[in-house]
């Protein structure tokens, strides 16, 4: 057959459109908003290429306004679990066999089809799924999740392209094979792209994926499936399905074909899914392959040399955008007494200006938190702070469940550095904010270092360059992605790969080779060209 040595298209990050009155894209969104608004649609699983449905449906609602419905997803049982395996392993051998550049041409075509004629209707449906603003939205379910198509695209040639050396008369090559058996992806409900990132990247490696969303995440995971398969994604080699989390795992931990999970989520779901493989490591073809971002409790750490404005505007975007149901939201800040009326102040004023409400109104910067489960994890942090002499709530604490999930910004204060918001994960649009005397900068570096099981995100503000390196090497190991002199969020592919350790995770930095480097297994072959036939060597002669 024909071949050659291919360059793919030089993967640059995909423009973000800024949805400003009067835009084109503005109308075309809400366009978009109102056609899925009118409509309830049946989502179904998809297993082997196949639509399955079940008489056993669930609402899908908004969560910024839980009365109307978007439509129903089929719920399945450990049945369709089994089913979803079998597609996998029945595509794996045509898949694995399929040339890189066709698989890179499937998933370069996707990440065109998102950032065209699917823009509209992914954004629409993660802003009314999971209550994101327009811009949200686009810079998750737009580009992020084009920018992860085309940059793995781009690392998975610079995996196939690294080689060894090869000495005289021989010749050393580096083959990258997909995992033996099936690939878990369990995604979460907060970014679309991870969703679509988790699978995808184990099957641009030439895996098979089967593939459990969120179900607050299903409205458009539905629509990122009809991506993958009007892209030309073969039939079986991903395989979406609907069933509660320890039915998923009784099925795929117990196969003795389970290759790997790429997983983000909680911190105790994902030690037990550890624990999990770790008894039944016995029953596997290979040892798997375990990826996964867990979350973090992270922090904005202040030197007295900074600016107050520039830190205010770090918490009021850091902590509050998307509701603060980021993995890497500032939920915790180390503010100096030099700065703090001045910072508060600025963050109070940023707070009374802010609109909240549902996403089809663009004036809104605050949304709806994910469902009611979470509204009532917020809500009693919130009453407990409020309750507490050791608190005080600085701006919001404000919540109502009547039409939606919605909780007020809440910035709360604190005399204990070590209190329960200042160590715990809340994942809701609340932050803690402790003062401290500037002379005591180093130890409450040590303090930030220590307060918390995570390790994902950490800001650190100084003019003081001196201050910052002083800051850099104490918190060395409290944030995988460490920012200066800005927010904790807003990782871009391709310039910021992402992942923490500690509690937060496996640290195999999404948006980076090494992430992809963890769905191959590499065999080395070495060829010798001419053989020797005598097994004597020359320290032998007399």
Not at 192 to 203: D, H, K, Q, R, Y
Request: with cysteine; net charge negative; glycine share 8%.
């Amino acid at each position: 057959m024909a071949t050659g040595f291919f360059n793919v298209p030089p993967a640059r990050n995909e423009p973000i459109k800024n949805y400003a009155p009067g835009s084109p894209e503005r109308e075309s969104l809400q366009a978009a908003l109102a056609e899925a608004r009118s409509k309830q649609v049946d989502i179904p699983m998809f297993i082997g290429g196949k639509e399955v449905r079940t008489d056993n449906k669930s609402p899908l609602s908004p969560p910024h306004d839980h009365q109307h419905i978007l439509g129903y997803f089929s719920n399945g049982d450990a049945s369709h679990v089994s089913a979803a395996i079998d597609a996998a392993m029945a595509a794996k051998k045509d898949w694995a066999n399929t040339s890189w550049e066709n698989r890179a041409s499937i998933f370069l075509k996707a990440a065109e089809l998102i950032a065209g004629p699917y823009r509209d209707k992914l954004n629409a449906a993660t802003m009314l799924g999971q209550s994101k603003n327009a811009y949200q939205a686009e810079i998750d379910s737009a580009c992020e999740i084009v920018d992860f198509l085309r940059f793995n695209v781009q690392y998975m040639t610079e995996i196939y392209k690294q080689q060894p050396d090869s000495a005289p008369g021989i010749w050393n090559r580096v083959e990258q094979r997909p995992l033996e058996g099936f690939v878990f992806a369990l995604t979460p409900f907060n970014f679309t792209a991870i969703a679509g990132n988790l699978p995808s990247a184990p099957a641009m490696m030439g895996n098979t994926v089967v593939w459990k969303p969120s179900n607050t995440q299903i409205y458009s995971a539905n629509v990122l499936m009809e991506v993958f398969r009007e892209a030309g994604v073969p039939d079986g080699v991903i395989n979406l399905f609907f069933v509660d989390g320890p039915t998923a795992g009784e099925v795929i931990f117990e196969h003795k074909d389970f290759g790997g999970i790429h997983f983000t989520g909680s911190t105790g779901v994902f030690q037990h899914i550890w624990k999990t493989i770790g008894n039944n490591i016995y029953k596997y073809r290979s040892y798997p392959r375990i990826v996964g971002e867990t979350g973090g409790k992270d922090f904005i750490m202040v030197h007295e040399s900074s600016k107050a404005k520039e830190v205010a505007t770090a918490i009021s975007r850091g902590a509050f955008e998307f509701q603060g149901q980021k993995c890497s939201a500032a939920s915790r800040a180390y503010i100096p007494s030099n700065l703090w009326e001045d910072v508060k102040n600025y963050v109070i004023e940023d707070l009374k200006s802010f609109k909240m409400g549902g996403t089809e109104d663009f004036s809104n910067f605050i949304n709806a938190v994910i469902d009611e489960k979470s509204f009532d994890k917020i809500a009693k942090y919130i009453d407990d702070a409020k309750a507490s002499d050791k608190v005080e709530v600085i701006a919001g604490g404000g919540y109502d469940k009547s039409k939606g999930y919605f909780i007020e910004p809440t910035v709360l204060l604190t005399t204990d550095p070590k209190y329960t918001t200042m160590c715990e994960e809340i994942f809701g649009p609340v932050i803690t904010i402790y003062v401290y005397e500037p002379k005591d900068y180093e130890a409450t570096l040590e303090l930030v270092d220590n307060t918390s099981p995570y390790a994902l995100t950490g800001a650190l503000f100084s003019a003081d360059r001196y201050a910052l390196e002083v800051g850099i090497k104490a918190l060395e190991n409290s944030a995988g992605n460490f920012y200066i002199n800005d927010k904790p969020t807003g990782a871009v592919v391709g310039q910021q790969p992402f992942g923490g350790a500690r509690g937060s995770g496996t640290n195999d930095k999404a948006g980076s080779m090494i992430n992809l480097l963890r769905w191959v297994s590499p065999r080395l072959i070495k060829e010798t060209f001419v053989t020797p036939t005598d097994y004597r060597y020359p320290f032998l002669g007399e």
